[in-house]
């Protein structure tokens, strides 16, 4: 539960101008009001609009089930803020509940006995970004909102599970086929996105017809769809899915990660880091080398190609060493770029802002 502006004006609000409150006299309130109700009132209260503001506070703050986020702005459209009396009330002291309240450099270990960390790509990327962003989203557990981009990606890589699935076992797949099981692997949106979903549902159709349309020869040299791993790596257990795995024209095995955007705004993803992990993560699991690594753009249909040799593979040891030793020392400095941008927090991150203003960041 995240109770934003806990500032005066804002908590408690100031009366409207013209609204006249009052307060039942104490000897009245039996002959207006049920008398247990009147007996559970209590003593004299100052203000009632007051009391009635402190009263939604308190319900706003009841409400959390996990964790309440009270947040504090210094500044609202540039004026000044208080901070809310009602912040006193409760015995916080400003100072307690100043941002950056995280520990981010210090050298505290987790406690012994904590469970290993669990790491998927997507964490680790979040981590490589920003370690504060990491934070919030797989060690404190705050949720984003699912966009409809997301929902989109994840119809596209279900339909493509199908055909990968049906032409390793031998099944012809063409573009009739391909479209039919896009149609049964669509995720609705809901109705409030009737629009949204239309456009996507043709986009993702066109993606999915040039992709068969280019690649049904590859067909024959599937070898795995959605390759699921974990892998052992000491202090974290690494787990993910491989979105394709075949056999590589030169030799070897490729491996295949699709990705529903084209090139604009992909190196917010990582892309190379994460086919090179999972070439490190599934090596293992493969009855060949793997001699190729590929990113496949949907959008626009374009392939990225990397090398894997020793010096990736040492280069990817590297940055999950760097990740994991990161976490256990708890160590979740913020890192604002040009990423902040797309990040869920950004409104809510007091250094999302210095990176929109470099010479704030410098200051
Ligand atoms: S807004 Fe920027 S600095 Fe803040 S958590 Fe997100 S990525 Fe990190």
């Known amino acids: 539960m995240i109770v934003p502006s806990v500032v ?86 400003l100072k307690e509940l100043r941002i ?35 934070r919030l989203l797989y060690e404190d557990g705050l949720s984003v909102p699912t966009w409809y981009f997301v929902q989109f990606g994840a119809s596209l ?26 149609e049964e692997c669509w995720v609705p949106f809901g109705p409030r996105s009737a629009d949204a ?7 993702g159709r066109a993606y999915i017809a040039r992709y068969v349309r280019e690649y049904a020869t590859s067909f024959p040299r599937v070898r795995r769809a959605e390759l699921t791993f974990s892998y052992d790596a000491g202090d974290a ?54 001699s190729r690594l590929t990113v496949h753009l949907l959008a626009d249909g374009d392939t990225l190609d990397f090398p894997w040799n020793s010096q990736a593979r040492q280069h990817v040891r590297h940055r999950l060493d760097e990740v994991i030793a990161g976490i256990a020392n708890r160590q979740f400095a913020p890192n604002p770029g040009p990423h902040c941008q797309a990040c869920d927090f950004r409104r809510l991150c007091p250094y999302a802002s210095r990176a929109a203003h470099p010479e704030q960041a410098e200051a």
């Open 197 to 203: 979903e239309q456009r996507l549902k043709e986009t």
């Open 237 to 290: 257990l690494l787990s993910g899915r491989v979105d394709l795995v075949r056999q590589a024209e030169g030799g070897g095995l490729e491996i295949v990660d699709f990705k529903t955007r084209a090139h604009g705004g992909l190196e917010l993803t990582n892309a190379r880091l994460q086919v090179e992990l999972y070439a490190f993560t599934c090596e293992n699991l493969l009855d060949d080398k793997v």
């Open 100 to 134: 950056p309240s995280y520990r981010i450099d210090g050298p505290e270990r987790r406690a012994p006995g904590t469970p290993r960390v669990h790491l998927t790509f997507s964490a680790i990327n979040a981590y490589l970004t920003c370690p504060l962003r990491y």
């Open 157 to 182: 890589h279900r339909t493509l599970e199908a055909i990968h699935r049906r032409a390793f076992a031998g099944e012809p797949v063409d573009e009739a086929t391909a479209l039919a099981l896009f």
């Open 8 to 93: 005066e004006g804002r908590r408690p609000k100031p009366a409207r101008r013209g609204v006249v409150t009052y307060r039942i006299p104490d000897e009245l309130a039996p002959l207006v009001m049920p008398p247990e109700i009147a007996a559970r009132r209590q003593p004299a209260e100052d203000d009632p609009h007051l009391a009635d503001q402190r009263r939604l506070f308190y319900v706003a703050m009841t409400r959390a089930r996990d964790l309440v986020i009270l947040s504090v702005p210094e500044r609202i459209r540039k004026q000044r803020c208080k901070p809310s009396r009602f912040l006193s009330e409760m015995g916080l002291e």
